[in-house]
């Protein structure tokens, strides 16, 4: 099979020593970035992003960058758990429905079974989301290498408006957010004709607004003005992890194997649409409290409500790779900021990568692989060390974690305009946050605001202006089609709701 | 944190934030599509002019936040609850003036100096340590972040008079 020669092939690339170094260090780094209040997956990628420019001019180097990268976000992944099962304090959203059943184990003196069942579901989750990206990918790619600008703007639309389908938060208020942010990723030069666009004849605003800056100022910034809201009494349960505690979970964790088949099918399927970690999270707590023979127990601290939020949750945040790197569509901000290295380091995301960096696409398979046992091992062996990460006292973290920010912000152009920038967005953030605007569609939509606009009017361009070439054939009318559809879901959702209340009513 | 009953009070309820944060769009909105119009919104003689599609960007950004704001004036006075509480603005205004005041200096002293500052002041200030160990953390982690990006990394950071004296530009 040609797919497994290609990973073995890739096996060799991410099995060099400096890789297996960056392995370990980007998922201890991402582990800190997860367990760190105001620092997460999208803004610790996203500050370290620079650090990785030098790095990814030597040969070789692109897949050594994405390798840390992406650790990163593993680690994170992990570290999400930490501080939602000892701290009751989420990390990130897709770890809210952890903290369920996670917490109170921890309270009646379970947390190291409560963490051990965390970090082992949570790699069996990403397990086979990998699987699926190592043999599904290709097929991807390999359909996309057909695509022409229509059936790309279908992708890009089916994306955003999946946002609107599926958010929690109001229609208007998503669609908000993210047209704002397809509004400051047109600040600048038009990538189609080079005219200058919404700079009002200032210098800074030549270059338009980095999304990394975004990133930095709404999820670094806007957090911990958020944390320091709720005051900081951090009370976090003790964690101890040793060998017997982890084996004797190992030994019960078998018992709830359907249920973690189910989340990782959940998880794979909702991670490849955008935004589907959180959601496949919740909907496989659901599912599982639904169909285990002991659900009436869920929420009081079982296991079993553990296993199916992570492997879900890890399963989605992996499988989220899976459109970023064959069509070049991010299903979550983190594989956004990824993409952005991607387009930074020079490289073009999308199914062509498929045929001409070959080593990169499977080192980085692979290295999804490794990165993930390497993940499992540094975590259940360090957690105590982590845990003691969140005891240090905030006015501590608290002022050296803006200054991390604000040295991010500044490396990406180097430009003191940007880290202004980021306290701005720190602002909107903290405002967006508390007002339930999402912050991921606008981060995804000043990602691919230049990408979006370039397929859209390339499109109009063959069509000489008629939308209804995104209606032309089988593929892109039903792209469009299904786009359109999400986009009316939360109308239609809403007179169904309208309907019935009024019939409980009438 | 207890701040008593006055902390609980409500500093801006939910209401005028939605409002606010709805205008505010509006008027990022109008100003977009105002440029757009400006560089053309329409079919141009060689396809789509350049403001074509942040013209309708901006226009949906004005719809929605339109009815974003017609829903926020429907919340009932009984409904709308504190959006930020006064114990909490004045919390997080701790954090967010210093914040601001050491973005400002990093302009003018470089940020290594500024991040000595800041991190001293801060432990000092919010954290009641002790003088020299707010000094201690504060200075070390310059020092520390310095060796990682000048010599480590080879990424410059803004530099101010301090390095200048000692020749470290």
Known sequence: MQEIHSLLEGFVVALSFKNVGLMLLGISLGVIIGVLPGLGGANGVAILLPLTFSMAQQPGGTTSAIILLSCIYWGALFGGAITSILFNIPGEPWSVATTFDGYPLAQKGRAGAALTASFTSSFVGALVAVIVITFLSPVVANFALEFGPPEFFAVYLLTFCAFVGMSKEAPFKTLASMMLGFALASVGTDPVTGTLRLTFHTQVLLSGFDFLVAVIGLFGIGEILLTMEEGLAFKGASAKINLKVVLETWKELPRYWLTSLRSSAVGCLMGIVPGGATPASFMSYGVARRFSRNGSKFGTGVVEGVVAPETAAHAAGTSALLPMITLGVPGSPTAAVLLGGLLIWGLQPGPLLFVEQKDFVWGLIASMYLGNIAGLLVVLTCVPLFAAILRVPFSVIAPIIIVVCAIGAYTVNNTMFDVWMMVVFGVAGYAFKKLSYPLAPLVLALVLGHSAEASFRQAMLVSQGHLGVFFSNGLVGTMTGLALALLAWPLVSWAIAKVRAGRAFG | ?169
């Not at chain 2, 403001?51 to 017609?70: K, R, T």
């Open chain 2, 1 to 169: 944190m207890s701040e008593g009953r006055d902390g609980a009070r409500a500093a801006c309820t939910r209401k005028t934030a939605e409002i606010a944060v709805a205008l505010l769009l509006m008027a990022l909105g109008a100003i977009v599509i105002y440029d757009s119009l400006r560089l053309g919104a329409k079919w141009g003689s060689d396809g789509p002019q350049p403001g074509y599609f942040p013209f309708y960007v901006g226009l949906i950004i004005c719809i929605s936040s339109a009815l974003n704001l017609f829903n926020a004036l429907r919340i009932r006075p009984e409904k709308d609850k504190a959006f930020v509480e006064v114990g909490q603005l004045k919390l997080v205004l701790v954090v967010l003036v210093p914040t601001v005041i050491y973005v400002g200096l990093v302009g003018w002293l470089g940020i290594y100096v500024s991040s000595a500052i800041f991190v001293t002041l801060f432990m000092r200030r919010l954290g009641k340590y002790a003088w020299w160990k707010s000094l201690a953390v504060g200075v070390g982690n310059s020092v520390a972040f310095f060796l990682i990006f000048e010599v480590w990394f080879q990424v410059p950071l803004p530099k101010g008079p301090l390095e200048a004296l000692l020749g470290l530009d």
